[in-house]
């Protein structure tokens, strides 16, 4: 009888230590104003370190591009690492409610959100953003 015994080395992935993100969808681009539906947003992450998350600080932000500087806060929940590697990946998804018209002057109010994150180490993603997002105002 023969046997053969095989391992196989697999290499953990390799990241920066600064988080890189990247919107992988959004779950519709139009919307009325004061809509019930909550828009939700669905990132694609990496990082290195696998220090993502907390449980008391803030740590994504999306910026509406209608009010360019006023950044909307939520708090990804700790992420811990699996396995004998501190790299991780990932997908986040964050719901928020749709707001209201700020340009009530056309029928429409178009915008999209930039988003960046904010890993433990105080380490700042890139900034990605979603496509656009059609408001029909009231």
């Known amino acids: 009888m023969f046997a053969m015994l095989l391992a196989a080395c697999v290499k953990p992935p390799v990241y920066p ?53 006023f950044q909307i806060p939520f708090k990804i929940p700790y992420v811990q690492s699996q396995g004998n590697t501190k790299a991780i990946s990932g997908t986040i998804t964050t719901y928020y409610p749709i707001s209201f018209c700020i340009d009530d002057s056309d029928n429409i109010d178009t915008f999209y959100y930039k988003i960046f994150i904010v890993d433990r180490a105080g380490h700042i993603s890139n900034t990605d953003s979603t496509q656009l997002i059609f408001l029909h105002c009231l």
Do not use: C, H, K
Not at 36 to 44: A, F, G, R
Not at 62 to 69: L, M, T, Y
């Open 17 to 69: 230590i600064e988080p890189y993100i990247e919107v992988v969808s959004i779950n519709q681009d139009n919307f009325d104003e004061l809509d019930e539906d909550s828009l939700s947003i669905t990132l694609y992450f990496e990082d290195g370190d696998g220090d993502i998350g907390s449980e008391d600080e803030v740590n994504m932000f999306w910026e509406d591009s209608r009010a360019p500087g």
